[in-house]
């Protein structure tokens, strides 16, 4: 009878795990996928309920579509960017592809918010770039577009030498890091912005003026029950975006949240 070697078991139970991928990791993967789409969801609900909808006139509909598009490109699509290669279950060159593919995606969709802004301003003739906010933003958005042509040449192209790639790898993910939270942190002062510019025009529904908000909270009779509840939305997508990408900071730091160079399924597992 012939004995069975350890390294056939070993390779016998790799092909097992490769072709039979965990249900728990699926169930992540999509909890995930979830998370990334709240904060947009919750800035379209936001636009429609309070920002009186959507539209491509030169009005402060069209405006919406600017922190739309933005928090969607951070979000939803840099979020899976910067975690493409730890929780997409498919073979390092779809992983590849995909990185590159969103990254794209993010640039599309971010440019969108921009011409959003520039033609409300525009029409409503505002100043442009005159805030921190829009500075901010505007750097972001080069710098994803320098780090995504700085990518393809480095690992797309047939333009550099394997160990130049390799030595350039490290540097293209801390900077890719470093992006990912300047995008988040000009979310959120983009969003405290939004709030404090809410207080020029009178909300029925609220019946507040959001300008005074900051004058108000500091009488004595003020209570945290007259907050607005539009207030309270903006600060639940601020909260709400920060821990998504605590999510994805988490995963993205850690070497043992890989799905590894091989298919393995759905995978947010140590892969030793």
Request: aromatic residues 10%.
């Amino acid at each position: 009878m012939m004995k069975t070697s350890p390294r056939s078991k070993k390779h016998s139970s790799r092909r097992l795990s490769e072709a039979d991928p965990p249900t728990v990791g699926c169930f992540l993967f999509i909890v995930f996928e979830v998370l990334v789409c709240i904060p947009p969801l919750a800035v379209l609900f936001w636009a429609v309920h309070y920002g009186g909808g959507l539209a491509w006139d030169g009005s402060h509909r069209q405006f919406n579509w600017h922190p739309l598009c933005m928090i969607l490109a951070v979000s939803t699509f840099l979020s899976n960017g910067i975690v493409a290669y730890r929780v997409f279950p498919f073979r390092r060159r779809t992983r590849k592809a995909l990185h590159a593919s969103i990254h794209i995606m993010v640039l599309g969709v971010a440019a969108i918010g921009l011409v959003a802004v520039f033609k409300n301003h525009q029409s409503n003739r505002i100043p442009h770039l005159y805030s921190l906010h829009s500075w901010c933003g505007l750097c972001v958005v080069c710098l994803v577009l320098t780090q995504w042509i700085g990518g393809a040449i480095s690992f797309v192209l047939p333009i550099l030498s394997g160990s130049k790639r390799a030595s350039f790898k490290p540097w293209h993910v801390r900077i890719g890091h470093l992006i990912y939270f300047l995008a988040v942190a000009t979310c959120l002062i983009g969003i405290n912005e939004k709030m404090s510019f809410l207080g020029k025009h009178h909300h029925k529904r609220d019946n507040l003026l959001l300008g005074d908000l900051g004058a108000q909270i500091h009488q004595p009779d003020y209570r945290y029950s007259d907050l607005p509840t539009q207030a309270v939305l903006c600060n639940v997508i601020g909260l709400v975006l920060m821990f998504v990408s605590s999510v994805v900071f988490t995963i993205a730091s850690r070497p043992d949240y890989t799905s590894g160079d091989k298919v393995r399924g759905f995978r947010l597992v140590s892969s030793s």
